[in-house]
């Protein structure tokens, strides 16, 4: 069940990361290309998934890894940042320091040393890739400290400042489409997060295993939705981004 709706989520994740880059293409904003490459990114975790689902892989682990657990909240935040902040000069010096720490943090991934022995999905990989999957990394400070900072980064900023965003729009009665985007890009931030937590408690608790593994995709599945609809609804009526204006 887990594997088909990460299936699901990755064709969902094209179409739509599709949708937002043609809509870039033809309109213009950096925060419509970071949503996109943001969606893809989900497209990239979940093929490398399925070629994991077939047997041990060291390139889609990585790719897995890098994609997955590092750089999706925060390029989606970014994306969110360009559309909310005025100031000019701070998306775009804040997107460089993203930028640069992905590339850094790909050269890092592609450079550890991995246990292929510890692959031991035993015909569950979504589980395993939930819950087991460091067992196949070294424990070292950038292991312990990256993951945590870009995840944390990116999701104050996509749930955290669309909140903030919401309110404010709400709170001078102006924009009705950015009010209601920015409570989908909220609850999209959020859901993902909330799946890491019941993972982390299924960890210590095995009854809780298996439902784990399933609600934390279904989280992801009903995020790229949520902030799909989200990232509609906030660039209705607006193609030209704040930060540009």
Known sequence: ???????????????????????YRSRGGTHLLLWGLGLALYVVAG????????????????????????????????????????????????TSVVAYLSVAALIWIFTLPLDAEKFKPEGD?????????????????????????MNGYGTLLLAGGAV????????????????????FIALGGLLPALGG?????????????????????LGILSSVILLFIGFRYAVAGAPTPANQS
């Open 1 to 23: 069940m887990s594997l088909f709706i990460g299936i699901l989520t990755t064709v969902v994740s094209a179409v739509l990361s599709w949708s937002v880059l043609s809509r």
């Open 197 to 217: 937590v019941l993972v982390k408690y299924a960890e210590d608790d095995p009854t809780l295993s298996g439902v784990g593994s399933i609600l934390k995709y």
């Open 125 to 149: 990989i979504v589980r395993f890739l939930t819950e087991s999957y460091r067992a196949i990394l070294p424990n070292s400070p950038v292991r312990r400290v990256l993951p945590p900072i």
């Open 47 to 94: 093929l490398a998934e399925m070629v994991l689902a077939l047997g041990w892989n060291d390139t889609a682990f990585r790719l897995w890894y890098w994609s997955g657990a590092l750089l999706i909240p925060p390029v989606l935040g970014q994306g969110t940042l360009h559309l909310l902040v005025r100031k000019r000069g701070v998306a775009a010096v804040l």
């Open 164 to 183: 903030y965003s919401s309110y404010l729009f709400w709170r001078k009665q102006i924009m009705p489409n950015r009010v209601v985007g920015n409570v």
